[in-house]
C-alpha cells in the first residue's frame, strides 16, 4: 500500500476498476427510497437504479455518507498500518459529506492523520484530482505533496452538464442558479455548469442534439487551448450518448487520457436519467 492513503465518496462516480487499481477507498451516499435505505454502488448499482427509476411511483431522496461509516473506513486502515489519509470529496455547497468526514476524524479512536480536500466540484469533477492524487501517492509522495497535487488538480478541472430536464435538482435543492430556468418551456434542454461548488446555468438549447453541439463547444471554449488534456464523459443510463460526445470532444482536444463514467444512483436522483456531462483537467502537468 502507498503510504498515503486516498478516501473519496460515491459521488465521484469513479470507475470501480481503477479505484481497485490503486486502492482507493470510498464511503457511500445513502439512496433513500420507499423506506429502503441504500448504500449508493453497493446495494443498488447505476442500471437497476435507472430501471427502477422509469417506473417508480414514488420518488428517491438521498442523504450524505455517514460519519459512522467514515470512521470505520478510517478505522480499518488504521488497522493495516496506514499513518496519512488524504479524503477527497465533492464541494460541501451540494452534499454535507465534508461533514460527516469532519464528524468521523472528531470521533476516531485510532493514532491516524486526516487531511481533507474539497474539490468544489462533483462527479468526474472530483474524479480527475482524486487519481492525480493516488498516482502522487502510489509514486510515493508525502501527504503534503499528494494534498498539494490534489488541491492544484482541482484549478485546472471542470464539469459542464446536459439535463434532460431540471425536475430532479429541483425537487434535491441542487437547482443553485438554473432557478431562473424552472417555468420556461419544458422541451428546452439546459445546460449546466459546475463554478465555484455550485450548480449553475449557462443556456438551454431546443434539442439534445443542439445540446450535446454546444457541450462540446463549451468544453473546448473552456480547455482553451491547454494541454495536456484528462477527458471524462459522465452519463445517467445513456450510454451510447456519452461515446458520441466524448468522440465528439476528443477530436476537438486530443486528451492524453479518457475515461466513461456511470452516474450513481446517489447523484442520478438529483440529475435524472438522460444526463451527459464533460470533466474535464486541463493544463495540468504533474
Avoid at 63 to 69: D, F, L
Avoid at 181 to 199: H, R, S
Avoid at 242 to 262: R, S, W
Amino acid at each position: 500500500m502507498s503510504k498515503v492513503a486516498i478516501v473519496i465518496d460515491s459521488t465521484t462516480n469513479l470507475p470501480l476498476d481503477v479505484m481497485k487499481q490503486y486502492d482507493i477507498r470510498e464511503i457511500h451516499s445513502v439512496v433513500i427510497w420507499s423506506g429502503e435505505e441504500l448504500l449508493d454502488r453497493v446495494d443498488i448499482q447505476p442500471t437497476e437504479f435507472y430501471q427502477r427509476l422509469s417506473t417508480a411511483a414514488e420518488m428517491p431522496t438521498t442523504s450524505q455518507a455517514t460519519p459512522g461509516e467514515a470512521k470505520e473506513v478510517l478505522e480499518q486502515l488504521a488497522s493495516e498500518g496506514v499513518k496519512d489519509v488524504l479524503a477527497i470529496h465533492l464541494s460541501d455547497k451540494l452534499s454535507g459529506t465534508i461533514g460527516s468526514m469532519e464528524q468521523a476524524i472528531a470521533l476516531k479512536e485510532a493514532d491516524i492523520n486526516v487531511e481533507i480536500v474539497n474539490t468544489k466540484s462533483a462527479s468526474m469533477g472530483s474524479g480527475w484530482p482524486i487519481l492525480m492524487a493516488a498516482r502522487a501517492a502510489e509514486a510515493g509522495k508525502s501527504m503534503a505533496e499528494v494534498k498539494a497535487v490534489a488541491e492544484a488538480a482541482c484549478q485546472h478541472t471542470g464539469l459542464i452538464l446536459v439535463v434532460d430536464t431540471l425536475e430532479f435538482l429541483h425537487r434535491g435543492g441542487r437547482i443553485g442558479g438554473a432557478q431562473r430556468f424552472i417555468g420556461t418551456a419544458l422541451n428546452l434542454k439546459p445546460i449546466l455548469e459546475v463554478q465555484d461548488g455550485a450548480i449553475e446555468a449557462l443556456e438551454r438549447q431546443r434539442t439534445t442534439k443542439k445540446a450535446y453541439n454546444r457541450l462540446v463547444e463549451l468544453t473546448e471554449e473552456r480547455i482553451g487551448g491547454r494541454s495536456p488534456v484528462y477527458l471524462a464523459v459522465l452519463h445517467a443510463n445513456a450510454a451510447d450518448d456519452a461515446q458520441k460526445v466524448l468522440d465528439m470532444v476528443a477530436a476537438k482536444v486530443n486528451p492524453v487520457e479518457t475515461i466513461i463514467a456511470e452516474v450513481s444512483p446517489s447523484v442520478g436522483t438529483h440529475t435524472g436519467p438522460g444526463t451527459v456531462g464533460v470533466a474535464f483537467m486541463a493544463g495540468y502537468e504533474g
